[in-house]
Nanobody
Framework: QVQLVESGGGLVQPGGSLRLSCSAS????????LSWYRQAPGKERELVAR??????????NYAEFVKGRFTISRDNAKNTVYLQMNSLKPEDTAVYYC???????????WGQGTLVTVSS
């Protein structure tokens, strides 16, 4: 059974930082590209950042709206993917999820997400 457990969200002031974690189980973690997605109230879910399945240094891609502020990384030994978020803005407020690519079989499984609220 695939399990994706996101954590690390919370309330932060604009300009602040948070580090999200996603612990995964039920599939061969190291062999999948993984992404962080987010969904703001009333909006569609969107891709935030992606890291490839490379076992050494993963290639990363970012949505334009987070480039230079967010960093995705993974620890294959811990079956965990991270999202370091710096210089947070109110528009980053959303529930953040991790998952694979839409074409992966694991994509039908979603965790509860972790809520990030950026507000003064």
């Amino acid at each position: 059974q695939v399990q994706l457990v996101e954590s690390g969200g919370g309330l932060v002031q604009p300009g602040g930082s948070l580090r999200l974690s996603c612990s995964a189980s039920g599939f061969t973690f190291f062999s999948y590209a993984l992404s962080w997605y987010r969904q703001a109230p009333g909006k569609e879910r969107e891709l935030v950042a992606r890291i490839t399945s490379s076992s050494s240094v993963g290639s990363t891609n970012y949505a334009e709206f987070v480039k230079g502020r967010f960093t995705i990384s993974r620890d294959n030994a811990k079956n965990t993917v991270y999202l370091q978020m710096n210089s947070l803005k109110p528009e980053d407020t959303a529930v953040y999820y991790c998952n694979g690519d839409p074409t992966d079989w694991i994509y039908e499984y979603w965790g509860q997400g972790t809520l990030v609220t950026v507000s003064s």
